[in-house]
């Protein structure tokens, strides 16, 4: 670990939320890129390897649109909070599906575009890049 933080990793997905009749959740997400929501929202993920209902943490950094609801679809930026604790992020790549849990309750599903190396607390070049991709449609930040 270095002076500058702890090291992790930056994911950027396409979320799709659950519907409401699949069993989701009956509410929008607030979401956004308001400095206020982030890292407001802390459901957990499966991850490759993981028998379902096993799930780890990783809240979200932003969303690319406010209000999401259930059935609808955005872009998240997501960052594993102790990836050395839970050694399976490191396997998590561009493709990878992530199931999003609220409690035992799969409430969405994301899709992995990219993959970052970055470090918490996150470095404002990384912030700024982050909130580009989203605001920018989904592009740039490139493959994993």
């Not at 993920?45 to 932003?62: C, D, K, R, S, Y």
């Not at 406010?66 to 909070?81: D, H, K, M, W």
Request: charged share 20%; glycine share 14%.
């Amino acid at each position: 670990m270095s002076s500058g933080g702890r090291d992790t990793f930056a994911f950027g997905i396409e979320l799709r939320l659950t519907g409401t009749d699949e069993g989701g959740r009956r509410t929008p997400l607030l979401g956004g890129t308001d400095p206020q929501h982030r890292f407001k929202y802390r459901p957990n993920w499966g991850l490759p390897g993981m028998t379902p209902p096993e799930q780890t943490g990783a809240p979200v950094f932003a969303f690319s649109r406010e209000n999401i609801a259930p059935g609808e679809s955005c872009r998240a930026v997501i960052v594993a909070f102790f990836p050395v604790e839970v050694p399976r992020w490191a396997s998590v790549g561009q493709g990878t599906e992530l199931p999003m849990y609220e409690g035992p309750r799969v409430c969405g599903v994301g899709r992995v575009r990219w993959r970052s190396a970055t470090k918490l607390p996150l470095p404002p070049q990384d912030e700024e890049r982050f909130l580009d991709w989203l605001r920018a449609g989904g592009q740039g930040l490139g493959p994993c």
